[in-house]
């Protein structure tokens, strides 16, 4: 289990700023992702009410180990059950993050367990999970949130058509880089795919894309 250290905000506000005077032409946003925060949502909440954070990301990365005794990252899950209950599983987690906590504009990776669906199993098709995706994008467009498309692996175009038909008319792009080289990497194809399910840019480049 990943017991983390304290977010080190101080250090955090002084590589934003300095980011920030050595690239004077770029915007940068502060940001966080929080990971389950409807676990521990006091936690969450103290962090963003100190943090200051221009965008908020609500994800889950985690799931139930099998006995119920703790919690693992989600990848792991793919070891003891089938990887249809895994996906399943990840879906109804973010469906109660929706309704638990409100306190994030953008979900992000909604499809993250697909990342390491098994090799040797029946291949991932998003219309064998349609229903799940369905209540998790019916919730977060009610919740007036914004649905991330993450270049990490590209996000499947039916996935953005259900976001549109339950009601979503927000998206952001990430690329989940986590080392500067990767930074919008595959963002051209994320545009294409967001210009073919109607999203059009907004006037500030960091603004979300719209539709309708
Ligand atoms: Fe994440």
């Known amino acids: 289990m990943l017991t983390p250290p304290p977010l080190d905000l101080v250090g955090y506000r002084a590589c934003l700023e300095a980011c920030r005077e050595r690239y004077p032409g770029l915007r940068i946003l502060s940001g966080v992702e929080l990971s389950e925060p409807h676990w521990h949502a006091s936690r969450a909440e103290s962090l963003l009410d100190t943090g200051g954070f221009e965008r908020v990301l609500a994800s889950v990365h985690s799931a139930a180990t099998a006995g119920g005794a703790g919690f693992t990252e989600v990848s792991e899950c793919y070891q003891h059950q089938p ?44 219309r064998d999970f349609e229903d799940e995706y369905r209540q998790v994008l019916s919730r977060l467009a009610a919740a007036g949130k ?29 690329s989940d880089a986590h080392s500067p080289d990767a930074v ?23 603004d979300f894309w719209r539709c309708g």
Not at 107 to 121: E, F, N, Q
Not at 149 to 167: A, F, H, I, S
């Open 184 to 206: 919008a990497r595959d963002f051209g194809e994320a545009v294409r795919l967001a210009e073919a399910a109607g999203f059009r840019a907004a006037r500030e480049p960091y």
């Open 83 to 126: 990887p249809e209950q895994v996906v399943r599983d990840y879906l109804h987690e973010t469906v109660r993050l929706i309704e638990q906590f409100d306190r994030f504009e953008v979900l992000a990776h909604i499809d993250y367990p697909v990342r390491h669906w098994p090799l040797d199993a029946k291949p991932y098709d998003p």
């Open 146 to 174: 914004v649905l991330e498309v993450n270049t990490r692996m590209p996000l499947d175009p039916l996935v953005l058509r259900w976001w549109r038909q339950e009601g979503g008319r927000a998206i952001a792009f990430a």
